[in-house]
């Protein structure tokens, strides 16, 4: 079974502190997409990295595909209570999307 | 900016009813995805259609069906619902089959 792991699970932190979320596998996926989650809707897609070592920037959002194209960080520096949610992982490979649990993420003001 | 729509965003059954939960899409994409959300479960993909008149199953096709007769309209439907099909359920359609577009859920209570 190919899974993704997402940690921590659950992070609370003050608002302005620097943070980073990973998400780790055993397999090689051939893209990987990042979603954020608000109470009661959907996930809304972020970003997709597809190249090995590759780094996207959304403001103050970083995220970084892994070398081996099996790993992803997300790093948000400055964090504001409006990035508060759940932090959803996917991966895409064979024609499937596998899907990580997410990191809840919560911004105290 | 791509659209997702689904019925309702909140849903009350009772065991046994067959429940329709509608989804539309206004991108004219031809993958479309259900899956349900439930706290430490994380997403799990019930159904999915690459094209019309198509579907497959996906992780957790038991007590669900599908329909799309059209490119835009995916349908999931629950034959005689019960209380364990309490969940989340979110639609997403997708022109690339990795990078996916949720519709806003629906929250379905099973008494």
């Known amino acids: 079974t190919q899974l993704l792991e997402q940690s921590p699970q659950f992070l609370s932190i003050q608002e302005g502190e620097n943070l980073t979320v990973y998400c780790n596998s055993s397999?090689?996926?051939?893209?990987l997409q990042w979603y954020r989650q608000e109470p009661g809707e959907g996930p809304v897609l972020l970003v997709t990295?597809?190249?090995?070592?590759e780094v996207k920037k959304l403001k103050r959002l970083t995220f970084q595909f892994g070398d081996a194209r099996k790993d992803s960080s997300l790093h948000i520096t400055a964090a504001q209570p409006g990035d508060t949610g759940l932090y959803l992982c996917?991966?895409?490979?064979?024609?499937?999307?596998?899907f990580g649990k997410g990191t809840r993420l919560h911004i105290l003001p | 900016d791509v659209k997702v729509t689904q019925s309702s965003r909140y849903l009350v059954k009772r065991t046994g009813e067959k429940v329709f939960l509608e989804c539309v899409q206004d991108?004219?994409?031809?993958?479309m995805f259900w899956y349900r959300q439930d706290p430490g479960l994380g997403l799990r993909l019930i159904y999915f259609?690459?094209?019309?008149?198509?579907?497959e199953k996906g992780d957790i096709p038991e007590g669900y069906s599908v329909s799309r007769e059209k490119k835009e309209r995916f349908s999931l439907i629950l034959e005689s619902a019960s209380t364990n099909q309490t969940s989340m359920y979110l639609c997403?359609?997708?022109?690339?089959?990795?990078?996916?577009?949720f519709g806003p859920g629906t929250r379905l209570t099973v008494l």
């Open positions: 397999s090689v996926f051939s893209s």
């Open positions: 997403a359609s997708s022109f690339y089959r990795s990078e996916q577009f």
């Open positions: 996917a991966g895409h490979r064979d024609d499937k999307i596998i």
């Open positions: 991108m004219d994409h031809e993958n």
């Open positions: 259609s690459y094209d019309v008149k198509m579907k």
């Open positions: 990295v597809v190249t090995g070592g």
